[in-house]
């Protein structure tokens, strides 16, 4: 994209304000909110109904790995991309078929969990999981499209304000899947001492019914005017076979990755006897067996292409060209200066924000206060903050939005530290959620506006998918292993660990902001 995202001087607050009313940042809005429904579904929701059937709190944690769909959404970003979808793709476009398709998985993926109990047997611990991973790779498939349509349906100067709606559309459906979940099964008659499935049950359907509202925007918006540009270069066959390589390398990634499950766990005895530290021998045997699992769906899809059952220039056009692109652009250093600073800035809050609600309970706050709190309250922060990082972005610049986001992200954690010595004290709590919601909505409002003007219009959907992946993966692969460091380390420790992570990103920050110029991009 030949973007700037300085400030522009003509600009003013009241041309700013006004931006929010256009019709593309209300589209924004609705998708938003049908993008941030399904993600509670997965973490915080799902932890909480797992915590009161009686699932230990380190089986919980690991349940948000079921959203490493988002982590490695790049590696399918090429076939939402570029494969046309049978019928659909005529009848509504290339943007709105490919949401169409998402969101009816979104939707049977979590009637498919309602209608599990977790309390019942571990079985049914193996079939949530795998519901779980399907609402997952649905929701991250979505975002791949939604992600897309926003940076193609307006200029660049237009994605701080974009990203800030999009960002409230989020979080509204973060807070109707969380704090509306909760409430509701809480109505339906489950609580922390009494846990009853059916009231769960009946929560989820009602969540599932409510991604209706991202199904209507599609079908009442228009395709965006640069994906109506984009024209197939392939024929049917082709794409099939171009489909069948990507299934083909995910049944090896996923052949790989659980058929070692007897092996990993003995690495991981043997090591953590060794070390005498068994996070610590988790987190590497685990990191190993992903590497493991990623190199060999990466030599199938290597030798495929080879064999000439699939086209090389689909993958070329699919993998490496987006890649190379970017890498042109910017040249070697500055792009892995780029790629450092995607796959840290969120390192933070991610880590902590996959055991917060299980720490508001620990601590003693009951349903309705989490509900109130830090959902209810907590939405209106995160509207604020977004709404002044996207105001505050299109005036004074990506960069420097960028460095006072990751400051307040981090600085913010400490409160949390204060709230576990404090124990559970309301007015903290209040405290601690109004500056962690604030610092979260400026840090992402110019994140988004940040990853936006990194892409090339040729490859939006495949490279902004490859920034949110990156983005995403290291934090939510040591999210995983949160509940353990808690039980290791306690609360307070756990919090500093949180805080010093995210120093780091400052520097980097600062480093993009000498050798960066968002002109450039293009």
């Not at 304000?17 to 993600?39: E, H, Q």
């Not at 059937?53 to 988002?70: D, N, P, Q």
């Not at 690495?267 to 699992?293: D, H, M, V, W, Y």
């Not at 709230?419 to 500056?435: P, T």
Request: glycine share 8%; hydrophobic share 50%; net charge positive.
């Amino acid at each position: 994209m030949n973007n700037d995202t300085r400030p522009h001087p003509q600009s003013s607050w009241i041309q700013s304000i006004k931006t929010f009313l256009d019709p593309r940042n209300v589209t924004m809005l609705f998708l938003g909110f049908s993008a941030g429904l399904p993600i509670l579904m997965i973490f915080s929701s799902l932890s909480l109904w797992l915590r009161e059937a009686g699932v230990e709190r380190s089986a919980v944690t690991f349940f948000s790995w079921a959203a490493l769909g988002y982590s490695f959404k790049f590696v399918w970003a090429p076939l939402v991309d570029k494969l046309p979808i049978p019928v659909l793709t005529k009848l509504v476009g290339r943007r709105r078929s490919w949401l169409l398709l998402s969101q009816f998985f979104i939707i049977a993926a979590i009637c498919w969990m309602a209608m599990v109990d977790p309390a019942t047997s571990s079985n049914s611990l193996v079939v949530m999981a795998i519901a779980a991973v399907m609402l997952g790779f649905s929701s991250a498939t979505q975002d791949i499209v939604i992600d897309a349509y926003r940076i193609e349906s307006a200029e660049s100067k237009l994605q701080g304000i974009l990203s800030a709606t999009y960002i409230a559309g989020y979080r509204v459906g973060m807070l109707v899947s969380g704090a509306g979940a909760l409430a509701l099964a809480q109505y339906f008659g489950s609580t922390q001492d009494s846990y009853r499935y059916e009231a769960w049950k009946y929560s989820y359907l009602l969540m599932a019914a409510c991604m209706l509202v991202g199904v209507l925007t599609v079908l009442i918006r228009p395709e965006p005017k640069a994906s109506q540009r984009l024209k197939d270069n392939h024929s049917a066959m082709d794409y099939a076979r171009f489909l069948g390589l990507f299934l083909v390398t995910a049944v090896v990634f996923v052949g790989v990755f659980f058929l070692s499950s007897d092996i990993v766990a003995t690495l991981k005895l043997s090591l953590g006897e060794l070390l005498n530290n068994g996070p610590l021998a988790g987190f590497i045997i685990g990191s190993l067996r992903l590497a493991t699992a990623v190199t060999a769906a990466a030599g199938i899809t290597v030798a495929l292409g080879k064999s000439g059952l699939v086209k090389t220039d689909m993958i070329k056009e699919g993998y490496i060209d987006p890649a190379k692109n970017f890498f042109e652009r910017y040249g070697k250093n500055l792009a892995l200066l780029l790629l450092c600073l995607v796959g840290l800035y969120r390192i933070s809050d991610i880590v902590l924000g996959v055991i917060s609600n299980v720490f508001y309970q620990d601590l003693g706050f009951s349903k309705y206060q989490i509900t109130t709190v830090v959902k209810t309250f907590g939405l209106g922060m995160t509207l604020l903050g977004g709404f002044l990082g996207g105001t505050l972005t299109t005036r004074f610049g990506v960069i420097r939005m960028l460095w006072w986001g990751a400051l307040l992200s981090a600085v913010t954690n400490l409160l949390f530290w204060v709230l576990a010595k404090l124990g559970a004290n309301l007015a903290m709590l209040y405290v601690v959620i109004s500056a962690d919601n604030l610092a979260a909505g400026v840090a992402s409002a110019a994140f988004i506006a940040f990853l936006s003007s990194l892409t090339d219009v040729s490859f939006t959907a495949v490279q902004y998918a490859i920034f949110s992946s990156l983005m995403t993966l290291l934090p939510k692969i040591l999210g995983g292993y949160s509940g353990t460091f808690v039980e290791a380390l306690g609360y307070p420790h756990f919090f500093l660990f949180t805080t010093a992570i995210g120093i780091p990103v400052l520097w980097i920050v600062h480093l993009c902001g000498k050798r960066f110029n968002l002109k450039q991009t293009g």
